[in-house]
């Protein structure tokens, strides 16, 4: 949105706000875009795109923006209201607890974790929202460059430890094609291989011994709190309750117990990435 003397109205979304703040730090100090796009280390045709918001931000940008103008994090704090804006309900909580976690524990269903996910698989799925019409291009970009932030956290010098235990139908259902499911499987199989990481499968003929019937993830936090977190299809809830935190922790060694070792989960891993070539 433009006002009538032709600069964008920051208040209508968040990807302007963080675009015109850019411009008025740009403009106080008397810079061109390619003056502070030659500081940044970006081309100034990528500042123009952001600075009217029609490029995705990312948190690389934003960083670099607070470092050129001695901003403390004031452009990361609007990179986060504008990543945020493109995700579910309840889930930016969430991310900020599982950034701080030293184990997560999580269930899978029906589609491949994102800390797992390749970035074809994300963006195939991303793809779908935005033919489905439940989010915008800009919406489904920023979901990408948000996932990819996230995943930093298993790329740490000392990453937290990760039992993930996903359903069948994760590796099952097809999504973006057998290409991008080949190379999401293959992932899967280096990710088991890092020493931090525990992966099982569990089959389809657990039946009625599955506990879970949704997707959930358990963080312990370095001061030893467990959170847990669980989505319906409309928001998230971080679940902080002693009570239900602890009913879903030993459910989940139930789930464990129930599934298939990590040897015979990478075999079944390997048997479908087969089925696709």
């Given at each position: 949105?433009?006002?009538?003397?032709?600069?964008?109205?920051?208040?209508?979304?968040?990807?302007?706000?963080?675009?015109?703040?850019?411009?008025?730090?740009?403009?106080?100090?008397?810079?061109?875009?390619?003056?502070?796009?030659?500081?940044?280390?970006?081309?100034?045709?990528?500042?123009?795109?952001?600075?009217?918001?029609?490029?995705?931000?990312?948190?690389?940008?934003?960083?670099?923006?607070?470092?050129?103008?001695?901003?403390?994090?004031?452009?990361?704090?609007?990179?986060?209201?504008?990543?945020?804006?493109?995700?579910?309900?309840?889930?930016?909580?969430?991310?900020?607890?599982?950034?701080?976690?030293?184990?997560?524990?999580?269930?899978?269903?029906?589609?491949?974790?994102?800390?797992?996910?390749?970035?074809?698989?994300?963006?195939?799925?991303?793809?779908?929202?935005?033919?489905?019409?439940?989010?915008?291009?800009?919406?489904?970009?920023?979901?990408?460059?948000?996932?990819?932030?996230?995943?930093?956290?298993?790329?740490?010098?000392?990453?937290?430890?990760?039992?993930?235990?996903?359903?069948?139908?994760?590796?099952?259902?097809?999504?973006?094609?057998?290409?991008?499911?080949?190379?999401?499987?293959?992932?899967?199989?280096?990710?088991?291989?890092?020493?931090?990481?525990?992966?099982?499968?569990?089959?389809?003929?657990?039946?009625?011994?599955?506990?879970?019937?949704?997707?959930?993830?358990?963080?312990?936090?370095?001061?030893?709190?467990?959170?847990?977190?669980?989505?319906?299809?409309?928001?998230?809830?971080?679940?902080?309750?002693?009570?239900?935190?602890?009913?879903?922790?030993?459910?989940?060694d139930l789930l464990q117990v129930e599934s298939l070792s990590t040897a015979a989960s990478l075999a079944r891993i390997?048997?479908?990435?087969?089925?696709?070539?």
């Amino acid at each position: 949105m433009v006002s009538d003397g032709g600069e964008v109205d920051g208040t209508s979304s968040p990807a302007l706000r963080f675009g015109e703040e850019l411009r008025r730090s740009r403009r106080a100090r008397g810079w061109s875009q390619l003056a502070l796009a030659a500081r940044m280390g970006y081309s100034g045709g990528l500042l123009s795109y952001v600075e009217r918001g029609k490029k995705p931000v990312t948190l690389n940008l934003a960083v670099r923006a607070d470092q050129v103008f001695g901003t403390g994090e004031r452009f990361q704090q609007l990179w986060r209201q504008y990543s945020n804006a493109s995700l579910l309900e309840g889930f930016a909580e969430f991310t900020a607890a599982e950034a701080r976690c030293r184990r997560l524990r999580t269930f899978a269903l029906g589609v491949v974790p994102g800390l797992f996910q390749t970035p074809a698989y994300a963006s195939a799925l991303a793809a779908a929202a935005v033919q489905r019409g439940s989010i915008t291009q800009a919406q489904a970009d920023a979901r990408i460059a948000f996932l990819a932030t996230r995943q930093e956290l298993l790329a740490r010098t000392d990453p937290p430890f990760v039992h993930a235990v996903l359903d069948e139908s994760c590796i099952r259902r097809p999504v973006g094609g057998p290409a991008v499911m080949a190379e999401q499987l293959g992932h899967l199989e280096e990710l088991a291989g890092r020493p931090r990481i525990t992966l099982q499968i569990a089959p389809f003929d657990i039946g009625e011994r599955a506990p879970f019937t949704m997707p959930l993830v358990l963080l312990d936090l370095p001061d030893r709190v467990v959170v847990g977190y669980a989505e319906s299809q409309a928001r998230g809830h971080l679940e902080r309750g002693r009570d239900a935190v602890s009913t879903w922790s030993r459910e989940y060694d139930l789930l464990q117990v129930e599934s298939l070792s990590t040897a015979a989960s990478l075999a079944r891993i390997r048997v479908v990435r087969k089925e696709l070539s």
